[in-house]
Structures are given as structure tokens and as C-alpha cells.
């Protein structure tokens, strides 16, 4: 079955490039024009991802980034931001919104498409069905739960991936390329810095002293430690 890709965007053309190259590539792509339209679509579709445009009348992508991001039906829809903004400032902040991935305007489609790809499939279910306990921490990949003590933690896919990759290889330092390699997947457009991101939000996830485990390691990367 085709993923259902979610395109969130107000200019026609840019709308109607976008739906070909998806349907192209065999996904199957529904379009939204603003956030209302959009969220009126995730409620009745089982939407596979969302490619949502940062420039939207009333409601901007980023606040609708938020909103996708803390409601518990959307909350683990995958999001890649469209953007004609490239400042690094403004790609912290399509991250820290919620989204899992950045694109600047203009874009190969071909690009997009190989995003898309990397992100459904580093999104998928677990393969490993095993749960995971590490100090205070506990991990179901079969239900997609995490237990920081007796709270119930809310992580969004990359996050809970992330997280899943640390708690099953503790102790042992990563940098940031190897991270991006091992949990985001090679041959992907991501930089650095998205870590780094991504582990801010895992970290304020937790309890003080739960946080406490991923560790910055100066010069060299990320370490999970109990």
C-alpha cells in the first residue's frame, strides 16, 4: 500500500509540482492549502507523513508543527519543513516546532523524494520487538512507549529512535556523523546540527535526573550512560 504524504502548502504550483513528483515516486499525495484543511485531513486519513510549507495564510507552518506535535493522534507523524528561509536560526526552529527534517527552496524533487525515503523508513515500526530497560528509563518498540520512573514520556518518531539507538548501545561515545549514519541512515541531507537538536528535545523530555544519561562528550559527540 502507498504511503499517504500529506502535502500542507498555498501556492498552486508549488502544490501541483510537489503532488506529481510524489505520485511519481508511488506515493499517494493529499493536499491542503492552510492548517485547518490540513488538520481536517488528518483526522480522517491515515496520513504516512506531512510536508508542510513554513509561509501559510493564518496559521503558520510552525504553529501548525506544535499543534500536529501535542495532540496524541498526530503526535507521531512524521514532518519535513518547506522553506524558502535558510538562515540556521531558522532551521533550529522548524526543528525545535517539532518537524524532523529541513528543506530550503528550491529543492530537487529528486532530494525531497530520497528525504521522504530515509524519514519513512527510520520512522517505521522497530524490528527489534525487545523492551529496553536502562536506569530509570523503559522503552516498548512494539507500542511505541516510553516510562521515565512511573511518567509516561511523549517522544515524536525521531526522538523515540534516537533514544531506542542509545538505550540499546550504552556507554560507548558516537559523534554526530556516526549518529546521523546509524540512526538517521547514510546517503541522507541532514547536517550536523540536527543532532544536536534532537537531543535537546530528548533531554527535556526527562526527569532531571533521567536527562542526566544522554552525556555530551566535549569534542567528540554523545555518550548514553546510566
Not at 25 to 39: C, K, P, Q
Not at 215 to 223: A, D, E, K, N, P
Given at each position: ?15 501541483e ?7 511519481n ?15 481536517d ?55 525545535e ?52 520512573g512511573n ?63 544522554i ?9 548514553f550512560?546510566?
Open positions: 500500500m502507498a504511503a499517504k504524504i500529506l502535502i500542507i502548502e498555498d501556492e498552486a504550483a508549488v502544490r509540482m510537489l503532488s506529481f513528483t510524489l505520485k515516486s508511488g506515493f499517494e499525495a493529499l493536499e491542503a492549502i492552510n492548517g485547518e484543511i490540513a488538520l485531513i488528518v483526522q480522517k486519513y491515515n496520513i504516512d507523513l506531512i510536508l508542510l510549507d513554513w509561509m501559510l495564510p493564518g496559521k503558520a507552518g510552525i504553529d501548525i508543527s506544535r499543534s500536529l506535535r501535542g495532540s496524541a493522534e498526530t503526535k507521531d507523524i512524521p514532518i519535513i519543513m518547506l522553506t524558502a528561509k535558510s538562515d540556521e536560526s531558522d532551521k533550529i526552529l522548524g526543528l516546532s517539532g518537524a524532523d527534517d529541513y528543506v530550503t527552496k528550491p529543492f530537487s524533487p529528486k532530494e525531497l523524494v530520497a528525504r521522504i525515503k530515509a524519514l519513512l523508513r527510520r520512522t517505521a515500526p522497530q524490528a527489534d520487538t525487545k523492551v529496553v530497560n536502562c536506569g530509570a528509563l523503559s522503552l516498548n518498540p512494539m507500542t511505541h512507549k516510553v516510562q521515565d511518567v509516561h514520556v511523549d517522544l515524536g518518531p525521531t526522538e523515540f529512535k534516537l533514544l531506542h539507538f542509545f538505550m540499546t548501545h550504552p556507554e560507548r561515545v558516537y559523534s554526530r556523523s556516526q549518529l546521523l549514519d546509524l540512526v538517521w541512515g547514510r546517503n541522507i541531507y541532514v547536517e550536523e546540527r540536527t543532532v544536536d537538536v534532537h537531543i535537546l528535545r530528548l533531554r527535556k523530555s526527562f526527569k532531571s535526573e533521567s536527562s542526566k544519561y552525556q555530551t562528550v566535549r569534542g567528540s559527540g554523545y555518550r550512560s546510566t
